[in-house]
């Protein structure tokens, strides 16, 4: 493993995370997925460093918000120096063991060591915080490297712990306050729809530009919105299909149970007309078609 060392500053003893951020929000908080160490977390976030290293070629990533260190991991894996800090002690306790020591517990809000930084990533992390903390979150990061991963939510409101969502627009405001603008010639939907790079740049974008970027995302968001739902729908269509086949079956097996027992009713029958002598054999013939 590269030599790197911590980077950023520990968490002060008197400035303790929100309880919220523990076993049960990382369980039942995050989806229908538990957020652990399982191949659905563990992929997404692999892809995600593969792109960054392949598009990027950073040498020094910091992870601003990396809860169990899985980004800050690929990187490692992947052969570049990273760093990750999360205001959860919970969640920092449960980083991977060989890179526990470049995983630090500490908030967006204190100053990052270890500057600069070729890369910072901040995914799905600021909505998390209230404004203000955002804003200073935003600057340290801009005060730490020229080019930033950044995504956060535009709509979803109803996660109890999101208490900072905004539209794009406004996030890409706040970012042009410290002289940073959006790549618009890099498509970073490998993160999410509305995920973007943004770097520092001394001549903003014009405002036409910028609202042309907005619309290109939420674009990004309907499409996806759109796959969902027909990925859904196709679901939910062959589980129909198997059900009503399971049905069918079912309805052939009850049907040919009905039918054998009515033909050992009639056999039965047919057996004590057999005893008596009187019955002929055309009558007993009737009675096993009938």
């Known amino acids: 493993m590269p030599e790197m060392q911590s980077s950023v500053r520990q968490i002060e003893p008197d400035a303790q995370p929100p309880p919220v951020f523990g076993a049960d929000y990382y369980s039942k908080g995050l989806g229908a997925v538990p957020y652990e160490r399982n191949p659905h977390w563990l992929n997404f976030f692999a892809l995600i460093a593969g792109e960054l290293v392949r598009s990027l070629s950073p040498r020094k990533v910091l992870d601003a918000g990396c809860a169990w260190g899985f980004l800050v991991e ?25 890179i ?27 909505e998390h915080m209230p404004a203000p903390e955002a804003r200073l979150a935003i600057e340290n990061m801009t005060r730490a490297a020229d080019c930033i991963l950044f995504s956060s939510t535009p709509d979803d409101f109803e996660e109890a712990t999101h208490v900072n969502v905004r539209p794009v627009y406004d996030w890409l405001r706040l970012f042009a306050e410290f002289q940073f603008s959006p790549d618009p010639g890099f498509d970073a939907s490998f993160v999410a729809p509305h995920a973007m790079l943004l770097r520092r740049s001394e001549i903003p974008l014009a405002e036409d530009v910028i609202r042309l970027f907005c619309e290109v995302l939420r674009h990004r968001r309907d499409r996806a919105a759109f796959l969902n739902r027909q990925t859904r729908l196709e679901t939910l269509e062959s589980e129909n299909l198997s059900l009503q086949q399971r049905l069918r079956e079912t309805e052939g097996a009850s049907t040919g149970r009905r039918v054998w027992r009515l033909w050992k009713a009639k056999i039965f029958r047919c057996g004590k007309d057999c005893a008596r002598p009187k019955a002929p054999w055309s009558t007993i013939g009737r009675r096993l078609t009938n």
């Open 100 to 126: 526990a020591e470049y995983c630090l517990q500490a908030s967006l809000t204190r100053p990052f060591e270890g500057a600069p930084y070729d890369l910072i990533t901040c995914i799905e992390v600021l």
């Open 74 to 98: 690929a990187f490692w894996d992947r052969g570049v120096a990273a760093c990750g800090v999360d205001i959860s002690h919970y969640a920092i306790s449960k980083v991977r063991p060989d």
